[in-house]
């Protein structure tokens, strides 16, 4: 009997929205074992690649890793080599070892293209690391602000990153302004969990300034309609704890939060948000911000 491409969680919420049996039919196509040839080019013409941790209390982290295009490489279907590694203090940093999980996201705003690339650490070395694939699968164009990103190799250097246990004013004014930030989840599974759907995923999110609310350290999110996977919603069905990281594009500032999560299916509150086929509420337990952490330059879109 062939593994399911979904787990318990994705499968329960797309019983809910009535795609199980689509996708029951089209997941192992959808999700591969490999990355196709279009894939592997397409991680190499990056100038950043976003990631997806656990640390060792089991909070999921999303975060950043740039570096001049080609700094990712597939030599493999089965393998990405990025020539990079995260500095002390990124929840990155804390999280890399040999057989850990990592969920990869490639992005490409402006021209809206996103590729997923789920594995675990093969390898380590001072300039960088490998990840053996599991899962290679491409994301619906929805929702992508379009900006491009360009490396600079001489950059600000970045500054202290300041631990807080909740948000500060300056990190709800970039939350309340932004228009896009990335969501990292985990299913809760043994670290030897040989099932390929069980891991670390992150995810884009993307709308309007403003889509994402704040009051005080509580954030609510709308759930658009998407591809009906619920990689991130059935992670959170299971394991409610998010990562997430929100990139100030101006100043390259970054700032990760570790939150707790709560999927809101129906109620009044859906009708303040357009098009909300579901809420996401996030309390905010931990945030961490770093000034000019990010060495890339932003342009607007084609």
């Given amino acids: 009997m062939n593994t399911p491409a979904f787990h318990a969680g994705e499968r329960a919420l797309q019983a809910r929205a009535g795609s199980l049996e689509r996708l029951a039919e089209v997941g192992a196509r959808v ?90 650490i093969a390898t380590l070395g001072d300039g960088g690391f490998d990840v053996r694939v599991l899962q290679s699968f491409g994301n619906c164009p929805k929702y992508i602000r379009a900006r491009q990103a360009e490396f600079v190799a001489n950059g600000t250097a970045p500054g202290p990153i300041r631990h807080t246990p909740g948000l500060s004013d300056t990190d709800r004014r970039l939350i309340g302004a932004a228009d896009t930030f990335f969501i990292a989840s985990a299913y809760p599974a043994a670290a030897d969990d040989p099932d390929p759907a069980h891991g670390v995923d992150v ?35 299971l394991n409610p704890r998010a990562g997430l990281l929100f990139i100030d594009f101006e100043s390259g500032a970054l700032l990760w939060l570790a939150a707790n999560a709560e999927i809101i299916h129906d109620g009044p509150e859906l009708a303040d948000f357009a098009g909300a086929q579901r809420l996401l509420r996030l ?16 342009h607007a879109g084609e």
């Fill in 31 to 120: 999700i591969r074992p490999a990355m196709p040839d279009q894939h592997r080019a397409f991680f190499a013409q990056l100038p950043f690649i976003v990631t997806g941790s656990v640390d060792g209390a089991g909070q999921p982290w999303a975060s950043v890793l740039a570096g001049p295009p080609g700094f990712v490489t597939a030599p493999a279907p089965n393998q990405l080599h990025i020539d990079a590694r995260p500095a002390a203090g990124d929840p990155l940093a804390e999280a890399l070892a040999i057989g850990t999980r990592i969920g990869l996201l490639g992005i490409e705003p402006h021209t809206r293209r996103r590729n997923r690339a789920n594995g675990r």
């Fill in 203 to 237: 995810s884009h999110r993307g709308g309007t300034p403003g889509f994402v609310r704040v009051d005080g350290d509580t954030l609510t999110v709308p759930d658009l309609a998407g591809n009906a996977y619920f990689n991130t919603l059935g992670n959170l069905q």
């Fill in 283 to 298: 309390q905010v337990r931990e945030a961490r911000h770093q000034p000019a952490a990010l060495p890339l330059r932003w």
